[in-house]
């Protein structure tokens, strides 16, 4: 029976060596990926902190050119000084052409195309930040680079 006990001794030691090795071993694995997870957690943060700045960013340049075009009225170039509009004008359709100035365009008229300008520039503006945020930014999931 004494050899069989230190087989089963010798057997066990070697299993429990084996075990503490995987321990070790699964412990760095494990230490190793939660300081990847840490670091692309931590990229993410700055991404969307960079991303909440640029955003800011592009409102307030929409914001004063917004400002810059409402100030301003719009004008034909198919007009000539002097002459008639390009299109008859009735009095529902805006500032007859005396009023407006050679060239300009009915305050009516000016408005309706600031509003598609402002609702275009918003369109692209979030269609970029979506570009940026799908395809440059990955949805923000970090590419494993391993």
Same mark, same amino acid.
């Given at each position: 029976?004494?050899?069989?006990a230190f087989m089963w001794k010798?057997?066990?030691?070697?299993? #429990? %060596?084996n075990?503490?090795?995987?321990?070790?071993?699964?412990?760095?694995l494990l230490e190793a990926e939660q300081k990847?997870? #840490? %670091?692309?957690e931590a990229k993410a943060k700055l991404d969307n902190a960079t991303q909440a700045i640029d955003h800011e960013k592009s409102n307030k340049t929409i914001d004063d050119l917004r400002r810059s075009l409402a100030a301003t009225r719009l004008s034909d170039p198919g007009r000539r000084n002097g002459g008639k509009a390009t299109s008859p004008t009735s009095d529902s359709a805006g500032i007859p052409q005396t009023e407006a100035g050679a060239g300009e365009l009915s305050a009516e008229l000016t408005?309706?195309?600031?509003?598609k300008f402002f609702q275009a520039d918003t369109v692209a503006e979030y269609a970029n930040q979506c570009y940026t945020f799908v395809v440059e930014k990955n949805c923000g999931i970090a590419k494993d680079e391993d």
């Open positions: 029976m004494g050899g069989y010798a057997k066990y030691d070697n299993l #429990s %060596d075990l503490d090795r995987q321990k070790e071993e699964a412990q760095a990847k997870v #840490s %670091d692309h408005r309706f195309l600031q509003i």
